[in-house]
């Protein structure tokens, strides 16, 4: 029997071996898409509620929550393309992002005071009131 290594390199050389991704890494990438849009879906449906059901402060409402929704399905989307590009390429590193969650939170809390300043003040109330009446 040899006391030599298997491999054998020269000193300060480093040896690539294959990684193998586990396919769990990548369905979670997807679970965490669908998880972003079962999220957009509820906020959508939302604005789609207010738009429908609500008068002229509802609507602006649905419009800043439909405008919400549609930022956070894009970023959902390439989010998850840029994850899983980096899983394929074998990228080391964080695959979290602190930064849109965060703004993501940011907007859900601007739109919903909007809508509570408007519909204190009463502002909104005079820009669909008058459609379709005689004077």
Not at 35 to 57: C, E, H, K, Q, R
Not at 72 to 79: G, N, Q, R
Request: positive net charge; charged residues 15%.
């Amino acid at each position: 029997m040899s006391s030599q290594p298997l491999l054998q390199t020269a000193r300060g050389k480093r040896i690539a071996l294959p990684t193998r991704v586990e396919p769990k890494v990548f369905f979670a990438n997807e679970r965490t898409f669908i998880s972003w849009l079962n999220f957009t879906v509820i906020l959508g449906g939302l604005a789609i509620g207010l738009l429908n059901f609500g008068d002229s402060v509802g609507r602006i409402s649905a419009g800043l929550f439909t405008a919400v929704a549609m930022a956070t399905m894009i970023y959902a989307l390439v989010t998850f393309h840029w994850r899983a590009r980096s899983i394929r390429m074998r990228g080391q590193g964080g695959f979290d992002d602190r930064l849109g969650p965060s703004i993501l939170a940011v907007a859900l809390l601007a739109a919903v005071v909007v809508n509570f300043v408007l519909r204190i003040t009463g502002t909104g109330r005079d820009l669909g009131e008058g459609k379709g009446r005689a004077s």
